[in-house]
């Protein structure tokens, strides 16, 4: 690394000194917080339950990402996280629909709201602020009158499973094999494609020492895990829905033409990209995302409320911006956002356990959001 | 193409205006006019008519007084006009504004802020209509009855619940959103009873924190830290509503903690009450609501004939420093004990619904 640096007169693509800026950052928030809770806060079990209470805003997090990344932002997603869950816990209780359907439909459930609303976005020409900002709304009135403003319990042991329930330890390191092993397979491939394009000879080396650190990352990950109960299954989902997004975002046509969209939507269409069949599939998209997160947020609370997920979007609006997305558009990584994503839950839970009031929880919070996006404002400036 | 569009959301408006006109024509826009053209005295009937205005019916509990207050003005053949808030304190100012439009005899209000409400207050008194403070209690002293479930007393009920029940140990408070009076009020009384314990050392409080709006997974990320930070060593967890006791549960369920750790309440909601059948959740506090409405009515319907309310006794506001006549009814603590004689009793609950996830041969003989 120190070599690229030189090769470039101390000079990182920006993108990269965000995340590493953002790393750091972190980095300070947890041994800030491991020293003032008394050597608490970097236990393993707080760490899974961290990841445990990072992962609902995450998930909406990585649908938000790519929302706004097209310039677009979904106002809805708290009333749709409700109105889902009330869907499958009602689904399963009163309807008996059995346990898989009832999953299914929150899901359905979200894709169609998002389809609904990325139509009226797209097609209609109403501004997405307009029409998610209804749909906040008009969602939340849904959630109230199918709920009859009932609290449903839930007692399927499955369901409860996935908000609570643990991957064995021996199955956690065969998927960390498994990830380790797609790693190098992809820096063996971008080795590859250098002697492919004739850019000079295939670095394998070179390829494989980036490797580490994910690789690192993935087995600290695992063990930190693993040593307390094993990988949450709720995490689970995350980390597939956040690699999912990377890989979506970074290599289909899809995602290039979000940034395309988002950054230039004129230029985008006459270089004949179709951008309101785009923008309709990123609102379709998050809204089965939101209809995953709502499945672990009701299992997780254990009964589906009626006022479930008020507040959820700016959450997950926050998470993104934290992680350095731009609302115009065009600019924004998913690392970024669960990066955000766990900074903004790092913040909740060390104030929780150091048993900060209310008041300077939501102060403290509300200053960070603010400073965040200055520092980066700073970095783009200079 | 273009066009076409058009005329598809056209109709779309009209298929969604269709909607939301009809089920209100019973109670608001109808009303509003008649109001409207003939004045204060539009009054078919000669019927008392009273407003209620409602902070919220997110919450179970105000679903039932809904219904509750409505069957009760059937029942005593008034007309009443109810409007909902959804949690917003301006919007209860309109929807007052709107009831005195419509011309009511008397306005029954269960306010969202205690504070702003006081100049709701003021509007109606502005206009003679006498007002009645439901359930919360409005800051002013110009409102004509105070009526509610002793307040003070369930924050007293259930910390001394729990200190029967766990006289030494860690406890965790968990108490409502700061901006609610009555989680304030229940807060002071619960550190009240709790003091003398807390003193001598025999109970300790490692976690006490006001949660906002309520909300119950705030409460279980709340809880779920406290036991981190304490290793599981905690034997009460004193929490102010049912609601967030569910949240509570969720956490000590994850480290199979539940039934052996003291878990309160506050509702008698239905999934509180299957919880305290199962053994999950320890108490709760049920606060008939049946009984609250009904008075509300028949002292709604006094004021309105300008009757003496006797039954009303002075309460000492101390926002204000002053005394109001208040209606204050019995609150009743329930557990796995008497779940039978009380809320299944009352017709308060189903006994399949309370007893839904308890396997046959453990329930009690059904009665």
């Known amino acids: 690394m120190t070599e690229q640096i030189k090769d470039s007169k101390f000079k990182l693509p920006t993108s990269a000194l965000r995340a590493y800026t953002m790393i750091a950052a972190l980095a300070l928030i947890w041994l800030y917080f491991h020293w003032a809770t008394g050597s608490i806060f970097l236990t393993s079990r707080n760490l899974s339950n961290l990841m445990l209470q990072t992962s609902v805003t995450g998930i909406i997090a990585v649908g938000m990402l790519m929302v706004i990344v097209a310039g677009q932002i979904d106002l809805s997603v708290g009333s749709v996280l409700g109105f889902a869950g009330a869907v499958a816990a009602i689904a399963l209780t009163r309807w008996e629909f059995g346990l898989p359907a009832a999953l299914l439909s929150a899901v359905i459930i979200g894709s169609l709201i998002g389809l609904a609303q990325g139509a009226f976005t797209a097609y209609l020409n109403i501004p997405a602020f307009i029409v998610t900002l209804g749909g906040l709304l008009a969602w939340r009135g849904a959630v109230k009158a199918i709920t009859k403003s009932e609290t449903i319990p839930i007692a399927d042991p499955v369901f409860k499973s996935i908000g609570g329930s643990y991957v064995a330890p021996n199955i956690g390191w065969i998927l960390a094999g498994m990830a380790i092993l797609a790693v190098l397979a992809i820096a063996f491939r971008r080795a590859q494609t250098q002697k492919t394009y004739e850019l000079g000879d295939a670095n394998y080396a070179g390829q494989m020492l980036k490797a580490i650190p994910a690789i690192a990352g993935i087995i600290i990950f695992i063990y930190v895990m693993n040593s307390y109960a094993g990988i949450p299954i709720p995490v689970l989902i995350f980390l597939a829905v956040a690699l999912l997004g990377v890989f979506i975002t970074n290599f289909t046509t899809f995602g290039r033409y979000l940034y395309a969209i988002g950054g230039n939507p004129d230029a985008a269409r006459l270089s004949g990209i179709n951008n309101k069949l785009n923008i309709l599939k990123v609102f379709a998209l998050l809204g089965a995302l939101t209809g995953v997160a709502s499945l672990i947020f009701t299992a997780r609370v254990g009964s589906a409320s009626p006022d479930a997920g008020t507040l959820k979007e700016l959450d997950a609006i926050a998470a993104c911006v934290i992680g350095g997305a731009s609302l115009m558009g065009g600019r924004g990584t998913i690392f970024g956002a669960c990066l955000g994503a766990l900074i903004m839950a790092s913040l909740d839970n060390g104030m929780s356990l150091l048993n900060v009031k209310d008041f300077m929880q939501d102060i403290i919070k509300g200053s960070i959001l603010v400073a965040a996006v200055g520092l980066d404002m700073l970095g783009k400036k200079s | 193409m273009k066009i076409k569009m058009l005329f598809l959301l056209l109709f779309c408006v009209s298929f969604i205006a269709a909607c939301v006109q009809g089920p209100q024509q019973q109670n608001g826009n109808a009303s509003v006019g008649n109001a409207a053209q003939n004045g204060k005295a539009a009054n078919p009937g000669g019927k008392t008519r009273i407003g209620f205005s409602m902070a919220t019916l997110k919450e179970e509990r105000w679903q039932r007084d809904k219904e509750a207050f409505e069957a009760h003005c059937k029942k005593m053949d008034v007309e009443c006009v109810v409007t909902v808030a959804d949690n917003k304190a301006d919007k209860q100012a309109n929807d007052v504004d709107n009831l005195l439009t419509q011309g009511i005899d008397v306005l029954v209000i269960a306010p969202q802020d205690a504070t702003q409400a006081a100049s709701m207050v003021e509007k109606a008194k502005a206009q003679n209509v006498p007002v009645i403070s439901y359930d919360r209690l409005i800051n002013s002293d110009k409102i004509d009855l105070y009526i509610s479930h002793q307040v003070p007393v369930i924050g007293r009920k259930i910390a001394e619940y729990a200190l029967q029940r766990v006289p030494k140990g860690n406890y965790i408070m968990v108490y409502g959103s700061s901006t609610d009076n009555n989680a304030v009020i229940m807060r002071k009384e619960q550190e009240a009873v709790l003091k003398n314990a807390v003193d001598s050392q025999a109970i300790k409080i490692v976690a006490n924190q006001h949660i906002t709006d309520w909300k119950p997974e705030e409460a279980l990320k709340m809880v779920e830290n406290a036991l981190t930070q304490n290793g599981d060593n905690v034997q009460a967890v004193v929490v102010s509503n049912d609601g967030m006791a ?60 300008k009757e003496a309310l006797t039954d009303a006794k002075p309460f000492r506001n101390d926002a204000l420093g002053k005394d109001i006549p208040a209606i204050l009814l019995e609150i009743v603590v329930v557990d796995k004990d008497n779940l039978m004689t009380t809320v299944i009793k009352d017709g308060f609950a189903k006994y399949e619904d309370v007893y839904a996830n308890v396997p046959a041969d453990k329930r009690p003989a059904k009665q």
């Open chain 2, 246 to 305: 569910g949240g509570a549960i969720s956490a000590l369920e994850k480290r199979g903690l539940t039934g052996k750790v003291l878990v309160t309440g506050q509702d008698a909601q239905k999934d509180a009450l299957q919880s305290i059948a199962e053994g999950k959740q320890t108490m709760t506090v049920y606060k008939p609501i049946i009984p609250l409405a009904s008075a509300a009515v028949e002292a709604a319907i006094k004021l309105a004939k």
